[in-house]
């Protein structure tokens, strides 16, 4: 598995998670109150760490992986100049990648190109 084949299936597994975890409008809030996280129509969690949770919302997440879709996008676009991709696209892919270092697939390989 490639550096990049590695951060499209991680960001595949989030567009999936955030995606099954909303039932409302995609937004959610946190209510210091009482202490929850909720959707615009249902209450999730009563946790100690909701502020956490609702700052990650899928809508949030979904957006996140939208933006970084782009940069692989454009990383791999042929029309980049080789002196720009050989100096660059692999600390790009590799600071891209490490939000994932505690996945089972993630190489520290990986690190060590930088």
């Known amino acids: 598995m490639t ?17 099954e975890s909303d ?4 937004q959610w809030g946190f ?7 909720g959707t615009s129509d249902e209450t999730v969690h009563s946790l100690h760490h909701s ?18 879709r782009k940069i692989l996008a454009k990383l791999a676009d042929a029309g980049t100049p080789v002196w720009w991709w050989h100096l660059h696209t692999n600390d790009i892919l ?12 993630y190489l520290r390989a990986w690190e060590e190109q930088e």
């Open 51 to 68: 502020e956490h949770i609702a700052r990650h919302d899928p809508a949030r997440v979904l957006r996140d992986i939208a933006g970084k």
């Open 23 to 26: 039932s409302g409008d995609g």
């Open 94 to 105: 590799t600071a891209m990648a490490q939000r994932w270092a505690d996945h089972p697939d």
């Open 31 to 37: 209510d210091e109150r009482f202490d929850h996280v």
């Open 3 to 19: 550096i990049e084949e590695f951060i499209r299936a991680r960001l595949d597994e989030d567009e999936r998670i955030a995606r």
